[in-house]
């Protein structure tokens, strides 16, 4: 049954002073009580709600009709306070009212008598009769305490309906044990049964009142998922809002891994005795969903099925953010200074992809025509070079010189170097020729990253070197590169 039919049959049912009882059974967790309390609220700001008293009664921990019939009254609350919890003065007005129905005779015998503790059945009893017209929502009846039956409290609410002429909401979850009694006598309790089984994109618009990327995003994710449990589904906007804050000024791809990782790390910790995966599985995961590294003849089924969730879902690998946001989900909490430390080294890397890509865009100017455009290509690269240097790998520096060289630009290629270098020198490892070269380097660019790896690596005396090597097959690119800037007389 969709929240739309659900909507308007709790809407009639409110409108209506009639006595009637209707019952909204569905799954735990689907948000039934939150869907209850948020259509009353609705319907109060609307001014639909007929009757003009309302009580909230949990039935958790309840042992008997005593403690029950004590417990509505003691939660009534005008209509014009719904969405507010019972205080000490709803309290205190309803005892008022109370004692006001009572004859000033009856109140003062009361007050003086000596056995007054022997009479606190019959005022609870008092504060039973004072019920009439009040609308009631009981939720959670399959947690009452052991010694009160379902029985017991459908009779309750018989009376309730036939005698007090109140309306009743029955909160209850399928498929509890225990229950028999409900099925047996519902019959001659219920009026109106409603099956709540939300979609997984209307237990997000349930969920999630907010607008924007984030509210979008989330409920994309959460109906990959089919996440349909409300707590579960707060629990995601909760921690993304506490997280999101810190992520101010980001690039949008770390917001979209934060809110992607949450709602699947909370779905996994909360929600594995449902199919998902274990959150450990999925912070251990590394590459092997690609299958580097996998021995899949060790897979279980249920492991074959869980990878075959996440590759669905558009999860790759877990990275060092990522653990930190599956030990926010684990804790509740998120540690500032982690967070933003491993959230900038992301950050990072997304700038160099995008700034790799727009350096690669104005390439285009060379590769892809035949206009005799040499000052154009030369002016947008050289502009483009330098203000993307922090990102550009040692390849594409080569290639730029390359192309400025076979152009007649050598000025500008000793420019762009000497730039670069200044840019990036204290990336000590960037500048060991051993990574990043193939069959023609540029001369310019191999003599300057020498002379600045050299002044980098820890050196040994030459006569060191030698002796090490002298015994063995193989050497290292370092000794090379020491060898090399070795003086004549040193040898």
Sequence with gaps: MSIEVIKAQIDKFLESDAPEVIAIKGAWGVGKTYSWKKYLNEAKLRDRIKLNRYSYVSMFGVNSLESFKYAIFENVVSKNLIGTEPSVDTFKKNTSDLLESMSRKSFDFFRSSPLLKSFTPAIDSLSFLSLNGTLICIDDLERKGGNLTIKDVLGLISMLKEQKKCKIALLLNDNEEGMDDYEKYREKVIDIELEFAPTATECASIAYEGKGYIYETLAELTKKLDIRNIRVLKKIERLINLAMP??????????????????????????????????????????????????????????????????????????????????????????????????????????????????????????????????????????????????????????????????????????????????????????????????????????????????????????????????????????????????????
Excluded: M
Excluded at 273 to 299: E, H, Q, W
């Design 246 to 491: 810190y992520l101010d000024g980001y690039e949008q791809d770390i917001k979209y891994q934060l809110i992607n990782s949450l709602t699947l790390f909370s779905w996994c910790y909360y929600g594995s005795s449902n199919g998902a995966p274990t959150l450990d599985f999925v912070t251990n995961i590394g590459y092997s969903l690609f299958g580097i590294g996998d021995d899949k003849k060790k897979d279980t089924e249920e492991h074959i099925r869980w990878k075959a969730i996440l590759r669905e879902y558009g999860y790759s690998n877990t990275d060092d953010l990522d653990l930190v946001l599956a030990n926010a989900v684990r804790t509740g909490y998120f540690v500032e200074d982690t967070l933003k430390q491993e959230a900038t080294k992301n950050n990072g890397l997304v700038i160099a992809s995008k700034t790799q890509q727009s350096f690669s865009d104005t390439w285009h100017l060379y590769h892809d025509t035949f206009e005799n455009n040499q000052n154009e290509v030369i002016n947008a690269l050289y502009d483009s070079f330098k203000l993307n240097a922090r990102y550009i790998t040692p390849v594409n520096l080569n290639g730029t010189v390359t192309l400025f060289r076979e152009l007649g630009e050598t000025k500008k290629c000793s420019e762009l170097i000497d730039f670069y270098i200044s840019l990036r020198k204290e990336e000590k490892e960037l500048f060991d020729l051993s990574n990043f070269f193939g069959d023609c380097p540029d001369e310019e660019v191999v003599y300057k990253f020498r002379e600045i790896h050299l002044t980098n690596v820890t050196t040994e005396s030459v006569k060191q070197i030698l002796e090490r090597i002298s015994g063995r097959n193989g050497w290292h690119e370092r000794d090379e590169l020491i060898l090399a800037n070795t003086t004549v007389d040193e040898y």
